[in-house]
């Protein structure tokens, strides 16, 4: 997150962001969000009501992109187990606590609740096709 934070806030390239003892599962993320960022940001904004992308404050849509990776593409990151879709709201929220003002928290659990609720018909017609396999 604070890479791509740095890397939006100074726009720098990602690469320049990084430390040297950073871990590559924390690369393997911040370049799943740099490929995605058009989706993530496209979702963002449909469900900001009443924000455009750049009224969002730097931090917190660094951390709403990193949260929307994990949850709609945890099979592109490196791991024995996927990411829950609900670890990785409640991530993104202690997150925006740890780090951001105090409406941060709501915005961000509101703006990835409503997509994950936005996708549960899907992953539940999903596994229902895959179960009757």
């Not at 390239?13 to 599962?25: G, I, N």
């Not at 963002?44 to 009443?50: D, K, L």
Request: glycine share 6%; hydrophobic share 40%; aromatic share 6%.
């Amino acid at each position: 997150m604070w890479a791509l934070y740095q890397s939006d806030l100074l726009h720098r390239r990602l690469e320049e962001t990084f430390l040297p003892s950073s871990h590559a599962f924390t690369r393997a993320l911040a370049e799943l969000v740099q490929r995605r960022r058009p989706e993530l940001d496209e979702l963002i904004s449909r469900h900001a009501t009443g924000w455009t992308l750049d009224r969002i404050a730097p931090l917190e849509r660094a951390i709403l992109r990193v949260g929307l990776a994990e949850l709609l593409h945890p099979d592109e990151l490196p791991g024995e187990r996927e990411i829950p879709p609900e670890g990785a709201v409640d991530e993104a929220v202690e997150t925006a606590k740890r780090f951001c003002g105090a409406d941060a928290p709501g915005f961000v659990n509101g703006i990835l609740g409503a997509v994950l609720r936005e996708r549960e018909p899907d992953d539940t017609a999903r596994s229902a096709a895959q179960k009757r396999r």
